[in-house]
């Protein structure tokens, strides 16, 4: 009887072990993470003040130097944690692949648009400079805020695209799908960050491609298209060259 109550406690003992302290102590990584199944569309609107999700320092810092006029898309300036090597202007191919705009010159961009990473911790921070050109739908798990520094575009927003200009802010919950084609002569700038998150390389974004023979996923994405072709005319992304090159 005395070994069954020693054994009994010794196993007590590592039970209470095992549910009071983790025995891996990291994140999971993008690639550990089952992929999630996305809203189609974020329940918020554009709004003219910052939403209570948003709210963050160092953005509001970024955001009242644009405004007072003390710096644009050419000066803003990266923090510490975006190494040297890394602070120049960034853009797409048609792959997917990121390359390098050495004059920051966004009409060179074989997509239309730009961008600098402005900080990766302790938020992910950065802005983009877009000429009239198509974004392709896209989830991820963190949700987003936008600040739109100049220019207007047309996001989706409730099940609808709605119009996002100068001075407007927009927030994305995790795991929502979201599309902002940029229709308008005028282009679009927006300062983005991610409130929860501090480290981009733990980000995974999703594309319809990753969520083949994910059927509620994929009729997620068809939703969207039926939403871009309902309200702005656009067919799926890629198929809309003839409008954006013109």
Not at 7 to 15: D, E, H, I, K
Not at 177 to 198: D, F, Q
Request: proline content about 7%; aromatic content about 12%.
């Amino acid at each position: 009887m005395k070994l069954k109550m020693l054994l009994g406690v010794a196993a007590l003992a590592s039970t209470t072990a095992v549910a009071q302290g983790p025995q891996c102590n990291h994140a999971q990584l993008p690639f550990q993470q089952m992929t999630p199944v996305p809203y189609e569309s974020t329940p918020y609107s554009p709004q003219d003040t910052m939403p209570e999700q948003c709210s963050n320092p160092e953005v509001e810092a970024y955001i009242a130097d644009w405004e007072a006029g003390k710096i644009d898309f050419t000066t803003i300036q990266a923090n510490d944690s975006i190494a040297a090597d890394q602070r120049f202007c960034k853009t797409l191919d048609d792959d997917g692949n990121i390359l390098e705009v050495k004059d920051c010159d966004r009409t060179k961009s074989p997509v239309g648009y730009i961008w600098k990473e402005l900080s990766d911790s302790p938020v992910v921070i950065g802005i983009t400079d877009g000429g009239k050109s198509d974004h392709a739908p896209h989830f991820h798990g963190q949700p987003e805020c936008y600040y739109v520094v100049n220019g207007e575009g047309q996001t989706l927003a409730d099940n609808q695209f709605k119009k996002l200009g100068t001075g407007q802010y927009f927030y994305i919950p995790g795991a929502t799908i979201h599309n902002t084609p940029i229709m308008s002569e005028k282009g679009l700038g927006v300062i983005y960050w991610y409130p929860n998150n501090a480290h981009f390389d733990g980000f995974k974004y999703y594309w319809r491609k990753d969520v083949k023979n994910l059927r509620v996923a994929e009729e997620a994405f068809d939703r969207v298209d039926a939403i871009r072709k309902r309200d702005l005319n656009l067919g799926p992304y890629g198929t809309n060259e003839a409008f954006f090159k013109k």
